[in-house]
């Protein structure tokens, strides 16, 4: 009881165990309502019924500095000090004090660890990143959290109440390619940073990130929407032969019935062909019938260049291969729009 009480006066109350229960990767509040992720699956915490308004003191604990939340600002985008990002939404933008957490959990630090992937897959898309192919996962919203003691964080966040201090994704992508980085990781390209992630690949970076698609086509499609809104104006054609030529991979997660998490696809970019359309083909698809990862027969075109070039250099073989990586995302270590 006296703990109960403490956390209610001076801490994060009813979401204190919570936000303690490393099982939980996400945590949600709507209204009387609360619920969790784990495991691949929603839960409802029956216990729990809080009102609106110890929801929104809860939020404005949580708050960064600078960040606020009322009737003249009813949203708000936040992150912890673990790199959990915060959203919250009151009325008038809604009818209930809404809160969620979206928080980054480590469970795996190699590829084959994650146990949705074949071992030939995951040599196969090893062998791509130590080769210094540029890869891209994509899937529905959610993460994967990793570490590396190289890793240097840069962080994206809106401006003050006074307007000012706004970090916007391209000055960090400028800010990244200043500090020489070994390899490029995008947390979730959404927007016109795009198109500095393809110049970036163009220049000899190897590139890393995630955004949000079901397909692999889709992906490819979307990054170059994406490069699009950039201001620079850079005509469709123009993007669709930077990311045909320096983009290697396209790896696509969902969920199963199940709601576990499974790699759906594994995509080799092969070229722009006379159509403007970007060329490819699956290496590896999921069989719906079995649940299972399958091969196509589809011989890697890429990897057997790289071979036959010579190139057997790379980085470790950590997830996705990288060894020193400059991270460029929303919060703290992460890739951000796939849960592997």
Not at 327 to 334: D, I, K, Q, S, W
Request: glycine share 12%.
């Amino acid at each position: 009881m006296e703990q109960r009480l403490g956390d209610r006066v001076l801490g994060f109350g009813y979401l204190a165990p919570l936000l303690a229960d490393p099982d939980n990767e996400e945590i949600q509040a709507i209204g009387g309502r609360v619920r969790i992720y784990r495991h691949g699956r929603w839960e409802l915490v029956e216990h729990l019924a809080p009102d609106d308004a110890e929801t929104l003191r809860l939020v404005r604990r949580l708050l960064a500095p600078g960040d606020r939340i009322d009737e003249s600002s009813p949203e708000v985008e936040s992150t912890l000090p673990d790199g959990s990002r915060l959203t919250a939404v009151i009325p008038p933008e809604t009818e209930q004090v809404t809160l969620t957490i979206r928080r980054y959990v480590v469970r795996h630090h190699r590829l084959a660890d994650l146990g949705t992937l074949p071992s030939e897959a995951v040599a196969l898309v090893e062998a791509y990143a130590r080769g210094g192919a540029s890869i891209i996962t994509a899937g529905p919203g959610g993460a994967l959290h990793q570490y590396h003691p190289a890793a240097i964080p840069l962080y994206a966040h809106r401006a003050n109440i006074e307007g000012a201090g706004a970090r916007t994704y391209r000055e960090l992508m400028r800010t990244a390619l200043r500090l020489r980085p070994d390899v490029l990781v995008v947390g979730e390209c959404r927007g016109a940073e795009a198109l500095d992630w393809l110049l970036a690949a163009a220049t000899g970076h190897q590139c890393l990130g995630t955004l949000h698609s079901d397909s692999p086509r889709g992906t490819l499609r979307q990054l170059g929407t994406f490069a699009q809104l950039a201001t620079e104006g850079i005509n469709a054609h123009a993007i669709g032969e930077m990311i045909a030529e320096h983009f290697d991979l396209v790896i696509v997660c969902g969920f199963g019935p199940d709601g576990a998490r499974r790699v759906t696809h594994i995509f080799e970019v092969t070229g722009l062909g006379k159509d403007g359309v970007i060329d490819g083909s699956d290496l590896w698809v999921l069989a719906p019938e079995r649940g299972d990862l399958v091969p196509t027969g589809v011989r890697p075109r890429r990897l057997e260049r790289q071979r036959a070039q010579g190139n057997h250099s790379g980085l470790p073989g950590r997830l996705l291969g990288f060894g020193a990586a400059l991270l460029l995302a929303g919060g703290t270590l992460f890739f951000s729009g796939a849960r592997l």
